[in-house]
């Protein structure tokens, strides 16, 4: 089935920025839908998925690092991050250096809880974006753009 395009008035135009906007609010309210069987907005999702990501790399991850890394406002990030140790998901931990800073990691549940959420997320991506022509191409350059992979 082959989707019929909008023409966008000349004033706004189509430039990457807004297509990257449109194209995330489509996959997010897909996302919200699927991860709402398991209690996860897309954000949370980000945020156990950049704590996963970067512990990987090195032992004490702060909301800083987490909120630069996934490319989010600190206190969208202290929120979510409240959130989901409230739900023993995240671990928030005295920093060994810095007082003032928490050191973050997956709890079991938050470990396990993601794998199944990653699961979910493949899914609605192959869902939205399976029409997509080139989408490897774009998913390579978005990989370039944020440094995830």
Known sequence: MTKKKTSQPSSVGAGPG??????????QRSANEALD??????????????IDALSSQEDNIT????????????????KHVRELEERDLVNRDEHPTDTRARSLSLTREGSALLKKAIRV???V?????????GIDKVR???SDLTGWE
């Not at 069987?37 to 950049?50: K, R, V």
Request: glycine share 4%.
């Open 37 to 50: 069987e398991l209690d996860l907005s897309p954000t949370q999702f980000a945020m156990l998925s950049g």
């Open 18 to 27: 807004l297509l990257i906007t449109v194209a995330s609010f489509k996959w």
């Open 140 to 142: 390579k350059a978005l």
């Open 63 to 78: 909301q800083t690092k987490l909120a630069r890394f996934v490319g989010a406002d600190m206190m969208l990030t202290s």
């Open 121 to 123: 997320v493949t899914r």
């Open 125 to 133: 991506d192959k869902s939205v974006f399976a029409d997509a022509p």
